[in-house]
């Protein structure tokens, strides 16, 4: 299983766009790249998942370069409600979910 | 939106007891997880079911976990003897095929004193 290094923790104020940066220099073939988001005493919930290049929804973009060996999150214009632990995975398909320490990411007012 | 609930929010039981914690999986989906997450721990897989059958297990769900699918709703996972240290928060996820998506409940909180 492809090994994932997040930042520990992340700060950032209401409004601004907050970007995570995972690396993964071993991901496989077959890996594709999930994040998922963490409130205290809560469920992992799904935020968005990639292969390559860029990926959009309703709530977040995936930055995939050409390599794969590295994921970008971007969150635009977070509020106080962001603050979670965010976690990125690689996952192989049809795989457990294995999660690292994720990055605790503090908005503040 | 369909939602994975699970079933009791607490529970606290006495070192020994069987607990049976309860997940009702996204109705169309056929892939169904145990997790569980050790307070200021990692979230850590504990098994996998599929077709009425276990597909993968770590090293945690040993002899004294069970996983079982008693109908066509619910999926449940059964401590026989709980030890102080399978207190946790254990979650269900489901998802529609082996590829999609794992969608988590929100989670049962577990002391055994």
């Known amino acids: 299983l492809a090994k994932t290094t997040q930042p520990i923790s992340m700060d950032s104020y209401e409004g601004q766009e907050v970007n995570i940066t995972c690396s993964h220099n071993?991901?496989?073939?077959?890996?594709?790249i999930t994040w998922y988001q963490q409130f205290p005493s809560q469920g992992p919930r799904f935020i968005i998942q990639g292969y390559k290049t860029k990926v959009t929804n309703e709530v977040a973009s995936l930055f995939i370069p050409a390599d794969r060996k590295s994921s970008t999150l971007s969150l635009p214009r977070v509020s106080l409600s962001d603050t979670a632990v965010y976690y990125c995975l690689v996952v192989e398909y049809g795989n457990k979910l294995v999660f690292g320490a994720g990055t605790i990411l503090r908005v503040k007012s | 939106e369909p939602e994975v609930t699970q079933t009791p929010s607490h529970q606290v039981t006495q070192m020994g007891q069987e607990v049976i914690l309860r997940c009702v999986p996204i109705s169309n989906h056929l892939y169904f997880y145990w997790y569980r997450q050790i307070l200021g721990q990692k979230v850590e897989f504990l098994v996998s079911?599929?077709?009425?059958?276990?597909?993968?297990k770590s090293e945690i769900f040993d002899d004294q976990f069970s996983v079982e699918r008693p109908d066509g709703s619910n999926f449940t996972l059964k401590i026989r003897s709980t030890k102080l240290e399978d207190s946790a928060m254990y979650f269900c996820?489901?998802?529609?095929?082996?590829?999609?998506?794992?969608?988590f409940g929100p989670g049962t909180r577990l002391l055994v004193l």
């Open positions: 996820a489901s998802s529609s095929t082996m590829a999609e998506t794992q969608y």
């Open positions: 071993n991901i496989a073939t077959n890996d594709y």
């Open positions: 079911f599929y077709n009425n059958e276990i597909s993968e």
